[in-house]
C-alpha cells in the first residue's frame, strides 16, 4: 500500500485529509485563546461564581455577584446596582439569621425592615440550597418573582450575602437585597 500521507496534503486516520485536520486543529486553538482573553475573576482554579460556599471558611464574592446581576440588568435594559454598605449589613444579617433558624425567611418581613431605614422599592430575594453563585443567579433567573426582584428598574442599590449551615439540609443561605 503506498503512503498517502504526503507533504502533497495526504489523508490522515479516518479518511481526514491532513491539511484540514491541520487547519481545524489551528483553529480549535485560536478559538480557544480567544476565549481566555479575559479572565473571569478567581480564587484559585475556580472563578469566583462557581467557588463552592458550603463550608465554614467560604465567603461570597460581593464585587462579582453585583458585577453579574448588573451586566443582567443591563442587557435587559435596567441600570447597574450599586453595593450599599447599609443593605450589605442587612443582607448579611439576615442570611445569618436564616442559617440559625435553618429556614428561609419570609420577604414581607425583610422588606419591611428595609423599608423601616428608609429606603424605597425593596426587594428580597431569600433562599437557600444554591452551593455557589452561578447556582443562586441561574435559580433566581428561572424563578419569575426572584427574576423581577434583580430586574426591577427602580432599583438602585443591593446587598448580597450568604450563610453557611453544617447541620442543615440547605447548608447556604442567601439574602439578595434591592432597594432605591
Known amino acids: 500500500m503506498a503512503d498517502r500521507g504526503t507533504a502533497s496534503g495526504g489523508v490522515g486516520r479516518g479518511g481526514v485529509p491532513r491539511r484540514l485536520a491541520a487547519l481545524a486543529a489551528l483553529a480549535g486553538t485560536a478559538l480557544l485563546g480567544a476565549c481566555t482573553t479575559e479572565a473571569p475573576r ?3 482554579a475556580l472563578p469566583s461564581l462557581y467557588l463552592p460556599l458550603a463550608n465554614d471558611t467560604a465567603h ?4 462579582a455577584a453585583r458585577d453579574m446581576i448588573s451586566a ?3 442587557n435587559r435594559g435596567a441600570a447597574p446596582l450599586a453595593v450599599d454598605p447599609d443593605l450589605q449589613r442587612l443582607a448579611e444579617a439576615e442570611a445569618a439569621a ?4 435553618d429556614r428561609p425567611s419570609r420577604a414581607q418581613t425583610v422588606k419591611a425592615a428595609v423599608s423601616h431605614l428608609g429606603y424605597a422599592d425593596v426587594g428580597a430575594n431569600l433562599s437557600a440550597g444554591y452551593h455557589t453563585l452561578a447556582e443562586a443567579f441561574s435559580g433566581w433567573r428561572e424563578s419569575p418573582p426572584h427574576d423581577a426582584t434583580m430586574l426591577d428598574p427602580k432599583a438602585t442599590r443591593m446587598g448580597i450575602a450568604t450563610a453557611y449551615a453544617p447541620g442543615s439540609k440547605y447548608k447556604v443561605y442567601w439574602a439578595l437585597l434591592t432597594a432605591k
Open 42 to 44: 478567581t480564587t484559585g
Open 60 to 63: 461570597i464574592d460581593v464585587e
Open 72 to 74: 443582567y440588568r443591563r
Open 98 to 101: 436564616m442559617a440559625a433558624a
